[in-house]
């Protein structure tokens, strides 16, 4: 005898469900709908993966069209004629020997009357210790001293040790006597002290003529110039093309 199922086991329409309908109808449902999200997920993974891909590709384009480059090389005779002609502009920006003596000569007159009673040392900075000086250039001299409470000074206590070192030159130069060049330890003329954002101290070296710029504490700007002098150490070339951009800047009134 057919047994007949209850009445909640029948669908509309009045046709029955089956074992599987009635049991799994809604779990089979939910992994379908499972399946679908992991399957949206493979998709961006292999979507992240092709970008990856490439990126890959493009980085190994890049990296090949580089080793192109430095591959390619000039026509012997070219190459000479190049070389000549950037030695030919570096013997008129560089700095003469005696020029390069006269700064070294300032630098240790100028430790020799600062330094004397004090805390503090004189160092150089710029182009005269970075290996990208031009010919002509003046030179920029800083005072450094180990307390941390001197890289914390305002303006006006700048201003104020600029003062003192003023006054340490025109003391010093009482001593000398006039029109003299050849006394052992040279004196510094023309004091002008600008109140810039950065206070500065303007001198002239007498018996080299050579002009000097004196600021306090700026030693982030000597550890700069001890950087780019083993860059300019490296290799010449890298010095010429240190002195070839200064020069053009200077050329449209860019550089300071």
Known sequence: ???VPPAENWREGGQPLNDEEDSGGDQDSDLDQIEIVLDEDDDEDDDED?????DNLEMLDDDRALTRITQISLPSTHRKSWEAHVEGLQSQW???QKEVQSRARVLRDAKE???RGRTYFIHAFGSHSNGFDLRG???DLTT???SEKSGKMNKKEKIKCLRNLEKSLRFHRKKVPKNSKNTKTGSFIRYQLIRARVPVLKALHLPTNTEVDIVVHNRVAV???QLLETY???DQRIQHLGRLVKVWAKSVQIGS
């Open 1 to 3: 005898e057919a047994k």
């Open 50 to 54: 092709a970008g990856n891909h490439e």
């Open 94 to 96: 560089k700095p003469l």
């Open 113 to 115: 009357i600062l330094e």
């Open 137 to 139: 250039s003046d030179l």
């Open 144 to 146: 450094i001293t180990a």
């Open 223 to 225: 550890l700069n110039s």
């Open 232 to 234: 300019a150490s490296l």
